[in-house]
């Protein structure tokens, strides 16, 4: 059951990764003679995927909560391999769009539903370590990742979609068979959709706001008018929750301290990493004319630092509060992050200058990502098991949207203004810093808690 549970989280992390190498090969299949997709029409590629699937992850988590997390496990991973397949026969960018959109919703059902089956098979004293093993998975994805998209490219970029089709029957076959249900709150209101679609739109809204200020200009009519948009549906959510019997976001979970810095210090460390990830691989693609199966075989040998950072991690330092190994694995990108800014040339010298500094980065990866999911839900009660994971995974998305968004605001038309670049990168690490600020006042005790290493 573990390996199926988790394996729909390796099938998503690996779409993420291969979707963003296989990025740039995209826009050029999408472009004519006279006419090529811009990038901030092309980040849409990525983040309409990170604000659907964000602003669904907790009304999923709920509805998965109280109506049984195996049907919506099943229900998501058949709209997710259904949606890959439509992807990869998307004639231009707003059908891909379209589909990626899809795509979300059954991510954003399977994805809560599959550590919220795993926690409730867990005893209380496991439920960390199974809360780790679940993101180390998507670590182990992320190093795959970019190889994997590569390799698909010079196929077609088709394929970076198609793949997850194949994957996606044999979880859904295995799912039906072999996971047992789980209905801890049946009796549970039905959740605040009506919210949740407030949400959405104004994420939405955020973000085009951001992509669009390259274009628009930063004080034209139509950018103040998607900030306001945002603005304003921000506060009708909170309007909302507040009147609410079952809210997207159940404020007494946000009481919980560790809960809510958590999910602030996975805002922020997400907004960096995502910013950097997409801006790595435009670097190497536009300034130093990298393949792609170049650039994922570039790219994954940071992700591999991660998994045995988290194992190693978790065995020496186990009587660590996660809080301190979050704050230091943020740091550590942080530094990646002013090492690329410092050595950044437009002269290709990948082992000298970025790889160095890339596998630092993978290093404070591995230390943050797992430890921010086990920190949040570990002590949360059995039956907001789904529904706080998808609070935590909402941030991530959030995060790595707002990272796109803003990395795409930055560098403009693409990754060939040194400036730019240099003032992408110290986003990154000002992310970076903000999230071991916050980080540190995840504390919940005042003693150090004891985290258990590992499952299996």
């Given at each position: 059951?573990?390996?199926?549970?988790?394996?729909?989280?390796f099938?998503?992390?690996?779409?993420?990764?291969?979707?963003?190498?296989?990025?740039?090969?995209?826009?050029?299949?999408?472009?004519t003679?006279t006419?090529?997709?811009?990038?901030?029409?092309?980040?849409?590629?990525?983040?309409?995927?990170?604000?659907?699937?964000?602003?669904?992850?907790?009304?999923?988590?709920?509805?998965?909560?109280?109506?049984?997390?195996?049907?919506?496990?099943?229900?998501?991973?058949?709209?997710?391999?259904?949606?890959?397949?439509?992807?990869?026969?998307?004639?231009?960018?707003?059908?891909?769009?379209?589909?990626?959109?899809?795509?979300?919703?059954?991510?954003?059902?399977?994805?809560p539903?599959?550590?919220?089956?795993?926690?409730?098979?867990?005893?209380?004293?496991?439920?960390?370590?199974?809360?780790?093993?679940?993101?180390?998975?998507?670590?182990?994805?992320?190093?795959?990742?970019?190889?994997?998209?590569?390799?698909?490219?010079?196929?077609?970029?088709?394929?970076?979609?198609?793949?997850?089709?194949?994957?996606?029957?044999?979880?859904?076959?295995?799912?039906?068979?072999?996971?047992?249900?789980?209905?801890q709150?049946?009796?549970?209101?039905?959740?605040?959709?009506?919210?949740?679609?407030?949400?959405?739109?104004?994420?939405?809204?955020?973000?085009?706001?951001?992509?669009?200020?390259?274009?628009?200009?930063?004080?034209?009519?139509?950018?103040?008018?998607?900030?306001?948009?945002?603005?304003?549906?921000?506060?009708?959510?909170?309007?909302?929750?507040?009147?609410?019997?079952?809210?997207?976001?159940?404020?007494?979970?946000?009481?919980?301290?560790?809960?809510?810095?958590?999910?602030?210090?996975t805002?922020?460390f997400?907004?960096?990493?995502?910013?950097?990830?997409?801006?790595?691989?435009?670097?190497?693609?536009?300034?130093?004319?990298?393949?792609?199966?170049?650039?994922?075989?570039?790219?994954?040998?940071?992700?591999?630092?991660?998994p045995?950072?988290?194992?190693?991690?978790?065995?020496?330092?186990?009587?660590v509060?996660?809080?301190?190994?979050?704050?230091?694995?943020?740091v550590?990108?942080?530094?990646?992050?002013?090492?690329?800014?410092?050595?950044?040339?437009?002269?290709?010298?990948?082992?000298?200058?970025?790889?160095?500094?890339?596998?630092?980065?993978?290093?404070?990866?591995?230390?943050?990502?797992p430890?921010?999911?086990?920190?949040?839900?570990?002590?949360?009660?059995?039956?907001?098991?789904?529904?706080?994971?998808?609070?935590?995974?909402?941030?991530?998305?959030?995060?790595?949207?707002?990272?796109?968004?803003?990395?795409?605001?930055?560098?403009?038309?693409?990754?060939?203004?040194?400036?730019?670049?240099?003032?992408?990168?110290?986003?990154?690490a000002?992310?970076?810093?903000?999230?071991?600020?916050?980080?540190?006042?995840?504390?919940?005790?005042?003693?150090?808690?004891?985290?258990?290493?590992?499952?299996?």
């Open positions: 059951m573990t390996a199926i549970l988790t394996g729909a989280t099938m998503a992390g690996l779409d993420l990764f291969i979707v963003n190498v296989a990025f740039d090969e995209i826009g050029r299949d999408f472009s003679a006419d090529a997709p811009a990038l901030n029409e092309l980040s849409w590629i990525l983040s309409a995927y990170a604000v659907v699937y964000a602003a669904l992850l907790v009304p999923m988590g709920r509805l998965t909560d109280r109506y049984g997390r195996k049907p919506g496990f099943v229900a998501g991973l058949a709209v997710f391999t259904l949606a890959s397949l439509a992807c990869g026969f998307a004639p231009g960018v707003w059908e891909l769009v379209a589909a990626r959109v899809l795509q979300a919703v059954g991510a954003a059902a399977m994805t539903a599959s550590l919220g089956l795993l926690l409730a098979a867990l005893p209380p004293e496991r439920r960390a370590a199974g809360a780790r093993l679940w993101a180390l998975t998507g670590s182990i994805a992320a190093a795959l990742g970019p190889a994997a998209g590569g390799g698909l490219v010079q196929l077609s970029w088709h394929w970076a979609f198609w793949i997850n089709v194949p994957v996606g029957i044999f979880l859904v076959v295995a799912a039906i068979r072999f996971v047992p249900d789980v209905r709150n049946a009796g549970a209101p039905r959740p605040d959709l009506l919210g949740a679609a407030v949400l959405a739109g104004a994420i939405a809204a955020l973000v085009l706001g951001l992509v669009q200020t390259e274009e628009w200009g930063w004080t034209s009519g139509r950018t103040l008018a998607a900030f306001a948009g945002a603005a304003a549906g921000l506060g009708g959510f909170v309007w909302l929750s507040g009147r609410h019997p079952s809210p997207v976001i159940d404020p007494a979970l946000l009481r919980i301290r560790s809960f809510a810095s958590a999910n602030v210090t805002l922020l997400n907004t960096g990493f995502g910013a950097a990830l997409l801006l790595a691989i435009l670097w190497m693609q536009q300034a130093w004319g990298f393949s792609a199966l170049e650039t994922g075989f570039a790219i994954a040998l940071g992700p591999l630092a991660v045995p950072t988290s194992i190693i991690a978790a065995r020496r330092f186990g009587h509060h996660p809080s301190r190994l979050i704050a230091a694995g943020s550590l990108c942080a530094v990646s992050a002013l090492w690329q800014l410092a050595a950044l040339s437009t002269e290709p010298a990948y082992w000298t200058t970025f790889l160095p500094a890339w596998i630092l980065s993978g290093v404070g990866v591995g230390l943050a990502l430890n921010l999911v086990a920190a949040a839900t570990a002590t949360l009660p059995p039956e907001q098991g789904a529904t706080g994971s998808g609070i935590v995974s909402m941030a991530r998305q959030v995060g790595f949207a707002l990272g796109v968004s803003i990395l795409v605001a930055i560098i403009g038309t693409g990754a060939t203004d040194t400036d730019a670049v240099r003032t992408a990168w110290l986003f990154v000002l992310c970076s810093l903000l999230a071991a600020g916050t980080a540190l006042a995840m504390t919940a005790n005042r003693r150090p808690v004891q985290v258990p290493e590992p499952v299996g």
